[in-house]
Nanobody, 115 residues
Framework: QVQLVESGGGLVQPGGSLGLSCVAS????????MDWYRQAPGKQRELVAR???????NYADSVKGRFTISRDNAKNTVLLQMSSLQPEDTAVYYC?????????WGQGTQVTVSS
């Protein structure tokens, strides 16, 4: 069982920046594929960014050039640095781990972009 705890959400003005953190349990974090998803009200949950165990990354087109995903295996942590935030980035952001054929989800953290 992998447990995930997200933090770092909050209210930010348009054009601002915010960083999210997700800490995972377990002794095999370096082997997890880690994703950040988001879900806006009335919309489906969507993949925002992914980082593989090898450190390869990919991003949704809507966030390319603005968001950066990274991982610190020594701290069992995956980060999502978000910049140039816009109101359409408002959503609950979820961390997900994929390991041995199973998805594990965090509880989510709210990000609100508003003036």
């Amino acid at each position: 069982q992998v447990q995930l705890v997200e933090s770092g959400g909050g209210l930010v003005q348009p054009g601002g920046s915010l960083g999210l953190s997700c800490v995972a349990s377990g002794n095999f974090f370096s082997r997890y594929r880690m994703d950040w998803y988001r879900q806006a009200p009335g919309k489906q949950r969507e993949l925002v960014a992914r980082i593989t165990a090898a450190g390869n990354t990919n991003y949704a087109d809507s966030v390319k050039g603005r968001f950066t995903i990274s991982r610190d295996n020594a701290k069992n942590t995956v980060l999502l640095q978000m910049s140039s935030l816009q109101p359409e980035d408002t959503a609950v952001y979820y961390c997900k781990a994929f390991f041995v054929g199973t998805d594990y989800w965090g509880q989510g953290t709210q990000v609100t972009v508003s003036s």
